[in-house]
């Protein structure tokens, strides 16, 4: 509720300021956040319901309002939407895509996380697309240690690991999906593989 009662000063003191116009608002959670899914409790998870987090733009006059965007996003696309917003270029390529281009998309996002001391999650890193997501958990030393495999058409809920399910015929190339792993967090600005 102070979220919403902060907007509804904010705004109507923007229109009193005639900024409203040229103002961009944004709203986007850190994280999600898990409820029992998995049996976890918390954020920092791999799991669709810990990473996948609302994100809306207010700008009147230049985004619809209630027009939905079905384009895969992540935190990394707000600093080259915002720099466009203001009409500037930025010094160097930035790492995600402008939203306000609808022409600029992705198929595939790189997720992480870096394990903090004396916290219970692991390292991990993820290759989700809207079909699947692939999960590597990692030791101390760099070496992967256990992985997950979920078809987001048929698992929604990620309920059932592929890897685990005891159907080798179902396995994904582990290798070809580690690579792609690896040329995402290698990469930087155009290199990026979208």
């Given at each position: 509720v102070a979220?919403?009662?902060?907007?509804?000063?904010?705004?109507?003191?923007?229109?009193?300021?005639?900024?409203?116009?040229?103002?961009?608002?944004?709203?986007?959670?850190?994280?999600?956040?898990?409820?029992?899914?998995?049996?976890?409790?918390?954020?920092?998870?791999?799991?669709?319901?810990?990473?996948?987090?609302?994100?809306?733009?207010?700008?009147?006059?230049?985004?619809d309002?209630?027009?939905?965007d079905?384009?895969?996003?992540?935190?990394i696309?707000?600093?080259?939407?915002?720099?466009?917003?203001?009409a500037?270029?930025?010094?160097?390529?930035?790492?995600?895509l402008n939203?306000?281009?609808?022409?600029?998309?992705?198929?595939?996002?790189?997720?992480?996380?870096?394990?903090?001391?004396?916290?219970?999650?692991?390292?991990?890193?993820?290759?989700?697309?809207?079909?699947?997501?692939?999960?590597?958990?990692?030791?101390?030393?760099?070496?992967?240690?256990?992985?997950?495999?979920?078809?987001?058409?048929?698992?929604?809920?990620q309920?059932?690991?592929m890897?685990?399910?005891?159907?080798?015929?179902?396995?994904?190339?582990?290798a070809?999906?580690?690579?792609?792993?690896?040329?995402?967090e290698?990469?930087?600005?155009?290199?990026?593989?979208?």
């Open positions: 979220a919403d009662d902060k907007i509804d000063r904010i705004m109507p003191r923007l229109e009193a300021l005639d900024e409203l116009d040229d103002t961009m608002a944004v709203f986007i959670s850190d994280n999600g956040f898990q409820w029992g899914e998995h049996s976890l409790f918390g954020k920092s998870t791999p799991y669709l319901s810990s990473v996948r987090v609302p994100l809306y733009l207010r700008w009147p006059g230049r985004v309002p209630g027009a939905r079905e384009r895969m996003v992540a935190g696309d707000l600093a080259p939407t915002l720099l466009s917003a203001a500037l270029e930025p010094s160097v390529t930035p790492d995600g939203l306000l281009d609808p022409e600029a998309s992705r198929s595939r996002l790189l997720l992480e996380f870096r394990r903090l001391p004396a916290y219970p999650v692991p390292t991990w890193r993820a290759l989700i697309t809207r079909h699947i997501e692939y999960i590597e958990y990692i030791d101390e030393a760099g070496n992967v240690i256990f992985r997950e495999y979920y078809s987001l058409r048929s698992d929604p809920h309920l059932v690991n890897l685990r399910d005891g159907l080798p015929n179902n396995d994904p190339d582990v070809r999906l580690s690579g792609i792993l690896g040329r995402l290698a990469c930087a600005g155009e290199t990026c593989p979208r």
